[in-house]
């Protein structure tokens, strides 16, 4: 029996074990998925191999500690210094990321983005950022604070703080903080946020299950908005093909996966 699990701080909302459950279940695989509460980021590693694990899934706030946790990185994630997924190749920790494709593909019906405003700078951010950059978009960046934005200060991108912040158009705007995730506030302040949703045409938030304030206020005024969850299901999608080293069929994948979530 293979073990997996995902781990964060909070961990407790995460779909990820419903999901990948599921497709152990479907393709009649003897393994199971669970959920690990870390506290210390820095402990990533010891506890992964304590509990035998096969694979894992990071969240919040460790997935620029994952990165420091692996024996090897490979991928994307070496772009970017973020990973989400972690598997066991012989007692190796083999570090991935599949979040930004799994946000791409979540935002496939909004077309012609080519201005986007991120906002936060934590790890999904750093990973969507990169992801948005390569494939020719003009990305700025608004954050609480300034110490993350300095992390970004050597690409092409335009760093804001609350303060200093200077609204343009933009196709998207992208919500990446935990803002709304445990409790009912904005990733910005109010003022903010409504100048900014009156010059956007799409917004996305990373946060799924839940319309989140942010969100709320994208529906008020009628902007096409996507929540967290396809990014969850594309992520999950490619975890799965890395945790099983076999690529099952996307679609089929996503179908079982979405189906769980209907369970929760
Ligand atoms: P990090 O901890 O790395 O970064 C958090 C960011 O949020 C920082 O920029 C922080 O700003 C900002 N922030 C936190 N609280 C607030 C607040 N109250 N107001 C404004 N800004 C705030 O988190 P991750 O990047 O790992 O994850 C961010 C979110 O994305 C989480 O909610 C996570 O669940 C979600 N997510 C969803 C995925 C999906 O598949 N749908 C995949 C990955 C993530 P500061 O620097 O000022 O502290």
Same mark, same amino acid.
């Given at each position: 029996m293979q073990l997996f &699990?995902?781990?964060g701080d909070p961990v407790h909302h995460s779909k990820s074990p419903l999901m990948h459950n599921s497709v152990f279940q479907y393709f009649d695989i $003897? &393994?199971?998925?669970t959920r690990i509460l870390l506290k210390d980021g820095s402990k990533l590693k010891e506890r992964f191999l304590e509990l035998g694990l096969s694979g894992a899934n990071i969240t919040i706030p460790h997935k620029e500690a994952a990165y420091n946790a692996c024996d090897e990185i490979r991928g994307f994630a070496r772009k970017v210094g973020v990973v989400n997924t972690i598997v066991n190749e012989n007692g190796k920790l083999i570090g991935y990321n599949t979040d930004a494709d799994g946000f791409i593909f979540a935002i496939e019906e909004f077309k012609n983005i080519k201005r986007v405003l991120v906002l936060g700078a934590g790890g999904t &951010? $750093? &990973?969507?950022v990169q992801k948005f950059l390569d494939?020719?978009?003009d990305v700025s960046i608004l954050n609480r604070s300034p110490k993350r934005l300095q992390e970004f200060e050597?690409?092409?991108?335009k760093l804001f703080t609350w303060e200093n912040f200077k609204n343009e158009e933009y196709d998207l705007v992208v919500n990446t903080t935990s803002a709304g995730l445990e409790d009912d506030s904005l990733p910005v302040p109010k003022e903010l946020l409504e100048k900014i949703l009156s010059h956007t045409r799409y917004v996305a938030d990373a946060i799924y299950g839940k319309l989140t304030p942010f969100l709320q206020e994208a529906k008020k005024r009628s902007i096409p908005y996507k929540d967290g969850t396809d990014m969850l299901l594309g992520q999950g999608v490619l975890a799965s093909w890395l945790f099983l080293d076999k690529q099952y069929d996307k679609h089929l994948i996503k179908k079982v996966m979405k189906q769980s979530l209907q369970l929760s």
């Open positions: &699990a995902i781990f $003897k &393994a199971c998925y &951010a $750093k &990973a969507l494939e020719g978009m050597q690409l092409n991108v």
